[in-house]
């Protein structure tokens, strides 16, 4: 019999696991949370890989409830080959994926207790599915509300950036995958064929960085299942939301341009890639709140004015002292009518002096911060002044205060030596006292100068003029600071070197200017109003047992100064030890290690080593991953080493090894 969980909600709820069937016989774990009515609901849907009995069950249980308990069937469900779902594991976002999740949107709309009428949301992967599956435009799709997402899967995902391989993220990310593609279904739920899936499985895992490093251009692999092509094709309502610390935040400023006023909002808060009511930094919001009022607009035809809220909603920060981690950054919410606004004037700055060589040593960028900041405590960019001095640095004076709001871009004269090169450009609040707070940044590997969709390099001893955009933002340079552009030719370990990065380019500032996208200061009282104080659900009850040991550091960087030797170590934060109710015990490990010799473009190396262990008491049920990825290059190829060894009861399972040469055609 299905638990009831009472809160002091509009209904009572209930929840159950149950499996959806696919058209080719492949059955979806899911997890149902419904109002205990006899009136059917509109149902709500969160599709991702993250393992919804164990990875994401403390977070589902935070909204799934409320939503339930607000009058809508609340579902989560893990797709084909990860958690208790069957079927084997695919790259993120693949077209079986997405077809998959259609088929998901169709059977919900039939089930008794549902109205017909479906929405779907997500964080991050979630997200992305949200809107990719809202492009394949299911009839009984109403409505999305789309977290910390990306609509170019090549240039503002985990891959790329200006064309530049995202050293940091592609490894990162690509060895994270891997290791959790390679977890075991759990017996509790998935019963005794649990072993027999995993293995099938485990023989059907290939590195996904192989594919990525594949397609160094935006060729039609990236083009699949991505929207920004035809924005289109989305027919559901969209509410877009992003925070200023999380790199897909531009995606919201594209939807709120790109589609149809009448059916899309967007929310950008000083956030990381977190749910905006958990509010790293703050000030956190009532997201669930105001994601009922946008389902109860479209899914129950309630009149709740969401449409009369501003297109976009955005908070521009103060300016605040460099530091990692921040708790409340001060600011305020500001409204725009449209997308580009009429409050905002681009304001050029032209750059001052006598060409200057750029040859950035090749740490430059270990003190950029996680690229994928979550709200850890080791994040966020210390304090510039170092980055800043391997860079070329130009600033104006700010006369009076100064809100920004939009992407800042850079119009560069450069002149290059060599055919293969990037250029980065870093926007900076220098204080009275000198500290330098990272605002946004950019970056252009000059061989995509023409476009993501190619590499054309670069006529040695050339001089051409390059324009990019920065990353959006939302910030306000007081008077009396002073705006700083830093450019550099390294940012290790962010952008994987150029063979011939070391040669750096040289920078002519006349020509060259920076651009920002100036907001009239004031005007819009009331922008924040309503967004109220986070509330969620009553917690899972996960458990992080009591630990002797002494943690090691989030981020650690090791100079070896004789041999000239950056290591940077990473410690992701991604767990540690939990015991849920249910009463698995699992346990994660990760450290990611970025190594460069500062004069030496070549010697950059990723490595990513994880150990993840499920062990249930109760069934003598214990099973361990563990996997090593390595990232090495010469002038012509990216070398890749990927291991995977998982045992169960102590005995190995299964044990493989991937080496791979993939030829460096754009990165």
Known sequence: MSPHIRMPFPYETTHEDLRIPLADGTMLYARVWRPLTDEPVPALLEYLPHRLTDGTAPRDFQRHPWYAGHGYASVRVDVRGHGNSEGLPADAYAATELADGVEVVHWLAARPWCDGKVGMFGLSWGGCNSLRIAALAPEPLKAI?????????????????????????????????????????????????????????????????????????????????????DYGTIGAAVLAVGGWHDPHRDTVLRLVERLPADRVRGLIGPWSAQYPDRGLPGPAIGFLQETLRWWDHWLKDAPTDVLEEP?????????????????????????????????????????????????????????????????????????????DARSACFEFAVGEETWVLGRPRVRLRLTSEVSRGQVVARLCDVAPDGSSTLVTRGVLNLSARLGRDRAVPWEPGATRDVAFPLNGIGYAFPAGHRIRLAVSSAYWPWVWPQAESGAGFTLDPAGSFLEVPVRARGGSAGAGDGLGEPEPAEPLGANQPVTLDEPRPERLVVRDVAKGEWRLEVDPRYGGTRVYPDGLECTEDALETYTIREADPLSARTRSDWSIRLHRPDL??????????????????????NEVMCTAGGEVVFHRTWEKRIPRTAG
């Open 145 to 229: 509300v789309t977290v910390c997402a990306t609509d170019d899967r090549y240039d503002n995902d985990a891959h790329y950036t200006g064309g530049s391989v995202l050293a940091v993220e592609m490894h990162a990310r690509a060895a994270t995958l891997l290791a959790h593609a390679a977890r075991p279904p759990d017996p509790r739920y998935a019963g005794d064929a649990w072993e027999d899936m995993w293995l099938r499985r485990l023989e059907a895992l290939e590195p996904f960085l192989h594919t990525w490093l594949a397609h160094q251009t935006r060729d039609d692999f990236w083009r699949q299942g991505g929207i920004r092509e």
């Open 311 to 387: 297109l976009l909603r955005a908070y521009v920060t103060d300016s605040h002292p460099p530091a990692t981690a921040h708790g409340t950054l001060p600011g305020r919410w500001v409204g725009e009518p449209a997308w580009p606004s009429p409050n905002i004037t681009n304001v050029t700055y032209a750059l001052q002096g006598t060409p200057v060589v750029v040859r950035s040593p090749m740490h430059t960028g270990v003190d950029a911060g996680r690229f994928f900041p979550v709200g850890n405590e080791a994040d966020l960019p210390p304090d510039q002044r170092e980055e």
């Open 620 to 641: 003598t049920w214990d099973t361990t991953v563990r996997t090593r990825s390595e990232l090495t290059c010469d002038a012509e190829d990216f070398v890749a080493v």
